[in-house]
């Protein structure tokens, strides 16, 4: 355990980032946002980049704490893009630590599951993508990381469930989490050898076709058999 920290700050240091809990008033504080790239095949092949999953590895971006937005919550369509779009994914909280994390022994890291929107500007990520440039723009902007209360299945491994969007009331997305490229296993894994994994840490793990715009006014829905549910409502732009 960290000491608590004995310093003075200029000016109110912000409340730990954390997400909500299914079953209890307690908030799980929450380390970094990572998510994978492409882990559907259907998806990548919509976004005009198929992968070859005999030969290609996952890849992966992250959030800051700014993009963390608890489910439920009504935000302004945000500046700077006309083309804004939902990405319904399955989020793995971690409870443990670790690096060259072998996969047989993934799941000791697991805490939980929860329900994630990876909300993408997707002009800028398209023009950024196109360019060799970074997707930091399109990507960590803020309340683009909506997560759901967390529902606590430590040591379980998600390998199936129905996993769907809607937009409106209207279907967008609707697939299964067996159609991951890569399974939560393999991604805590190969992730561990990038980074030395920590408690507190969420990883999104990528999102079914579908992919598309919403508007200012729209409401999403989505949810995960055996996880919970989601939402997130844009009203009209902030001045
Ligand atoms: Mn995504």
Redesign the pocket.
């Given at each position: 355990m960290q000491k608590m920290s004995s310093f003075r700050y200029v000016w109110a240091p912000p409340e730990p980032a954390s997400v909500a809990v299914q079953g209890s008033d307690a908030r799980l504080p929450v380390q970094r946002l990572f998510?994978?790239?492409r882990n559907y095949l259907a998806h990548a092949a919509e976004m005009g980049r198929p992968v070859d999953a005999t030969r290609d590895r996952p890849f992966y971006f992250t959030k800051s704490h700014s993009a963390l937005l608890d489910s439920g919550a009504s935000v302004p369509y945000p500046r700077a893009t006309s083309n804004y779009q939902h990405?319904m994914?399955l989020v793995v909280v971690l409870g443990a630590g670790g690096a060259d994390v072998p996969a047989q022994s993934a799941h000791e890291l697991i805490h939980g599951y929860a329900c994630g929107l990876?909300m993408?500007r997707r002009d800028l990520q398209l023009a950024a993508r196109d360019q060799g440039k970074p997707w930091d723009t399109a990507k960590d902007c803020e309340h683009s990381a909506v997560v759901s209360a967390v529902l606590a299945m430590p040591g379980k491994v998600l390998e199936r469930g129905r996993i769907e969007l809607r937009v409106d009331g209207q279907t967008r997305q609707d697939s299964d989490l067996s159609n991951m490229i890569w399974g939560v296993r393999e991604l805590i894994a190969d992730l561990s050898r990038l980074y030395h994994l920590r408690q507190g840490d969420l990883l999104?793990t990528?999102?079914p076709e579908g992919v598309g715009a919403v508007r200012a006014g729209q409401r999403i829905d989505g949810s995960i058999e055996g996880v919970g549910s989601i939402s997130l409502q844009l009203s009209e732009p902030s001045a």
């Amino acid at each position: 355990m960290q000491k608590m920290s004995s310093f003075r700050y200029v000016w109110a240091p912000p409340e730990p980032a954390s997400v909500a809990v299914q079953g209890s008033d307690a908030r799980l504080p929450v380390q970094r946002l990572f998510f994978v790239g492409r882990n559907y095949l259907a998806h990548a092949a919509e976004m005009g980049r198929p992968v070859d999953a005999t030969r290609d590895r996952p890849f992966y971006f992250t959030k800051s704490h700014s993009a963390l937005l608890d489910s439920g919550a009504s935000v302004p369509y945000p500046r700077a893009t006309s083309n804004y779009q939902h990405e319904m994914e399955l989020v793995v909280v971690l409870g443990a630590g670790g690096a060259d994390v072998p996969a047989q022994s993934a799941h000791e890291l697991i805490h939980g599951y929860a329900c994630g929107l990876d909300m993408t500007r997707r002009d800028l990520q398209l023009a950024a993508r196109d360019q060799g440039k970074p997707w930091d723009t399109a990507k960590d902007c803020e309340h683009s990381a909506v997560v759901s209360a967390v529902l606590a299945m430590p040591g379980k491994v998600l390998e199936r469930g129905r996993i769907e969007l809607r937009v409106d009331g209207q279907t967008r997305q609707d697939s299964d989490l067996s159609n991951m490229i890569w399974g939560v296993r393999e991604l805590i894994a190969d992730l561990s050898r990038l980074y030395h994994l920590r408690q507190g840490d969420l990883l999104f793990t990528g999102t079914p076709e579908g992919v598309g715009a919403v508007r200012a006014g729209q409401r999403i829905d989505g949810s995960i058999e055996g996880v919970g549910s989601i939402s997130l409502q844009l009203s009209e732009p902030s001045a």
